[in-house]
């Protein structure tokens, strides 16, 4: 069991930036790929980013490549999401997931993933 603790979130302004956090409590943190998504009440959740387990593989979802950047920090079992010059259509709950066995673009699917966090909200204002 795996839990995930999600942090960071708040309310910014349209070309802002923030950054958030999720620790893993595992010790095996380098055996899960990991991710974010973001969902909007009435919406589906939406991939954003995904990671691999030593870090060297990435993935974005296109309305947020060349904006947002993942990365992890195995000595601290943390993930992070760096979000640069954000939009009002980013506002969402964004939660961290933790998956194993499933590899390739199937990890853009919420089904590769067997953990969740419980979320952080960001709002972006216009």
């Known amino acids: 069991q795996v839990e995930l603790v999600e942090s960071g979130g708040g309310l910014v302004q349209a070309g802002d930036s923030l950054r958030l956090s999720c620790v893993a409590s595992?010790?095996?943190?380098?055996?899960?790929?990991m991710a974010w998504f973001r969902q909007v009440p009435g919406k589906e959740r939406e991939f954003v980013a995904t990671?691999?387990?030593?870090?060297?593989?990435?993935q974005y979802a296109d309305s947020v490549n060349g904006r947002f950047t993942i990365s992890r920090d195995s000595a601290k079992s943390t993930m992070y999401l760096q979000m640069n010059s954000l939009k009002f259509e980013d506002t969402a709950g964004y939660y961290c997931?933790?998956?194993?066995?499933?590899?390739?673009?199937?990890?853009?699917?919420?089904?590769?993933?067997?953990?969740w966090g419980q979320g952080t909200q960001v709002t972006v204002s216009s």
């Open positions: 595992t010790d095996h943190f380098s055996s899960y790929y």
């Open positions: 990671i691999s387990g030593g870090g060297g593989m990435t």
């Open positions: 997931a933790a998956g194993a066995g499933y590899g390739g673009n199937r990890r853009t699917y919420d089904y590769a993933y067997a953990y």
